[in-house]
């Protein structure tokens, strides 16, 4: 019995290093967060939005100047392409995006999230077609 609780407790232990070391991981990946989205602008076209790959990540649609007017997030060719004036959620006036890819769908959430929050801390304001959020 002595020899099988000390078995379970470095079972335990092994476990919450593990654990520890995760969280870790996700605190560090977690840490550039307040980084807007890196990527260039690319023009909102049907072809463009074709080459994308259709994994998760957060996107950004912007107007003719830059100005953002839509965050979001998903299956980015899937979500991108739903955008388009005859598509299921257009936004009207986009005429540039760009994406970010992540590992998974939270850490999809978790970065569009982040980026809604810069973008309000910026301007106090959430995004013209993210008015909805908060």
């Given at each position: 019995m002595n020899n099988s609780s000390s078995s379970a407790r470095r079972?335990?232990?092994d476990i919450d290093a593990d654990i520890l070391e995760r969280t870790k991981e996700t605190y560090i990946t977690l840490g550039d967060d307040n980084?807007?989205?890196?990527?260039?602008?690319?023009?909102?076209?049907?072809?463009?939005v074709n080459k994308e790959k259709d994994n998760f990540g957060i996107y950004?649609?912007?107007?003719?100047?830059?100005?953002?007017?839509?965050i979001g997030r998903g299956r980015v060719r899937?979500?991108?392409t739903s955008h388009f004036l005859?598509?299921?959620d257009p936004i009207p006036g986009?005429?540039?995006?760009?994406?970010?890819?992540t590992e998974s769908e939270l850490r999809c959430e978790q970065r569009e999230r982040a980026e809604m929050d810069a973008y309000f801390k910026k301007y106090g304001k959430y995004p013209k077609y993210n008015q909805r959020r908060g």
């Open positions: 079972i335990i232990k980084m807007p989205i890196q990527a260039k602008w690319s023009d909102f076209t049907k072809d463009n950004e649609l912007g107007d003719t100047s830059g100005d953002s007017l839509y899937n979500r991108l005859n598509g299921s986009s005429s540039k995006y760009r994406t970010e890819y």
